[in-house]
């Protein structure tokens, strides 16, 4: 009897490990639940595993669009053949549930080809929806149980081109009945504001073109507001009505600036290629926004990773050296430390409690400590054969990565069970 016992334990467990989908929490858009990297979902394990267990892993198709998470189900934006395509994915298996597509055949930049031909944006999940944003710049909203089309929207009528040089890879953001993008092309465009429900448009804020960078929603000096890097600024718009608050001219090289903001205590910080990374304080003053420098760091600067703030630090990865991770004085802006060089093109970071996540483009995900001494890995595993750009999803032991074409869920392995105490026989 307890031999049978013994064997059923066994099988349980290793259906559980096969079945499970660990707890990986809601991560419905970019960087996560509030737009800022962060989780509170991981669990750091006593010792941390040579390795971690592959549960499944799907071919889902080719693009860098990061994975999005709500409740027990994954959507991932990818390209098949000429079509972008929506996917669902069944967290507890890895089985596709539905997927629904529309023909988008885009001709990259020579420039970006080895990013490919996309999509680069990652999709956002709320009140039953989720928004897509193509590379070439149509946006759709689909039912995210039944994988419905609800509407779209492509902007050709209205601006001669319709994404950036390198093609659209920000990530619109949904505020309430608001779904938020930056349409348009090269030196001409719009950020706007749509219906979520039917598509229409709420609110047109005509600026410069589109970025790279993907906008967040935040409130400074009691002022909710829009914050974004558009083709050349910074910029912050009234939430409720569009309006052009504040501008911060900033211009990298190429236009190519891909950095989310990071909003610490009133102030915004953000980088761009070769540029260093500034923290500007953004108040009103008698009646006029005001944007004032705090500080720039020259010493480190960020290309297309955004980094995560935790408490009075500031950590990211920087495009010097050949990839480096650093860590800044948020109040100074003073270099804490940087890590070894020729660390990957790029590293996509999240943040858990006192834990830092990178994943380097080279399929290394990095688990590090949130120090201000130094750069202290805790761990390193590799978890693609393939480019990784996009995010990964942290769960409480489990997570989830997109490479070029597959979307994999790893595991944490679970502690043997300590023997059962011996007893005597009857």
């Known amino acids: 009897m307890s031999h049978i016992t013994t064997m059923a334990g066994a099988l349980i467990a290793s259906l559980a490990l096969a079945a499970g989908t660990g707890a990986l929490g809601d991560w419905p858009q970019w960087r996560g639940p509030h737009r800022d990297g962060h989780t509170q979902n991981f669990k750091p394990p006593a010792e941390w595993p ?7 892993q799907l071919d889902v ?4 669009s990061s994975p999005v998470v709500a ?35 885009y001709q990259v930049n020579p420039a970006a080809a080895t ?21 070439a710049g149509v946006l759709t909203a689909w039912d995210a149980k039944t994988g419905k089309q609800l509407w779209q929207r492509e902007f050709s009528k209205l601006y001669e081109k319709t994404s950036p040089l390198y093609g659209v890879a920000m990530s619109p953001a949904v505020d309430g009945e608001r779904c938020i993008v930056h349409v348009g092309g090269h030196d001409k465009g719009a950020l706007v504001a749509l219906d979520v429900q039917s598509g229409e448009t709420l609110w047109t804020a005509d600026e410069d073109g589109p970025a790279y960078a993907s906008p967040i929603v935040v409130t400074l000096d009691e002022v909710r507001q829009v914050v974004t890097q558009s083709q050349r600024a910074c910029l ?37 290629i070769n540029k ?50 650093f860590a800044l004085d ?94 005597a026989p009857d």
């Open 50 to 56: 040579a390795e971690l267990a592959e549960v499944w």
């Open 61 to 64: 198709g080719l693009g860098h």
């Open 71 to 105: 409740g027990k189900s994954a959507y991932v934006f990818t390209r098949r053949d000429d079509d972008e395509v929506l996917a669902k994915i069944d967290l507890a298996h890895g089985g596709e549930q539905w997927h629904q597509g529309y023909p988008a055949p």
């Open 115 to 135: 990013h490919g031909k996309g999509p680069k944006s990652t999709p956002v999940v709320a009140d039953g929806r989720v928004f897509t944003f193509g590379i």
């Open 236 to 272: 912050g718009a009234d939430v409720e009505t569009g309006k052009i608050l504040w501008r911060i001219p900033f211009t990298t090289e190429y236009d190519q600036n891909s950095v989310t903001p990071v909003v610490h205590e009133g102030s915004i910080i953000f980088s761009g």
């Open 276 to 325: 260093g990374v500034e923290r500007y304080r953004i108040e009103k003053v008698d009646g006029e926004w005001e944007t004032n420098k705090v500080w720039e760091n020259k010493e480190v600067s960020l290309y297309m990773s955004s980094p995560v703030s935790d408490g009075e630090r500031l950590f990211g990865f920087s495009h010097r050296q050949k990839g480096q991770f």
């Open 330 to 423: 948020l109040t100074t802006g003073k270099t804490l430390w940087t890590s070894d060089g020729r660390m990957g093109d790029n590293a996509a970071l999240a943040a858990s409690g006192k834990v830092l996540w990178g994943l380097t483009t080279r399929g290394e995900l990095i688990a590090f400590r949130a120090s201000d001494k130094k750069f202290d890995p805790l761990a390193r595993y590799k978890v693609a054969d393939s480019p990784t750009w996009a995010s990964p999803v942290i769960g409480s032991d489990s997570v989830l990565v997109k490479d070029e074409t597959h979307l994999t869920l790893w595991r944490f392995p679970q502690r043997k069970p300590a023997p059962p105490a011996a007893t």
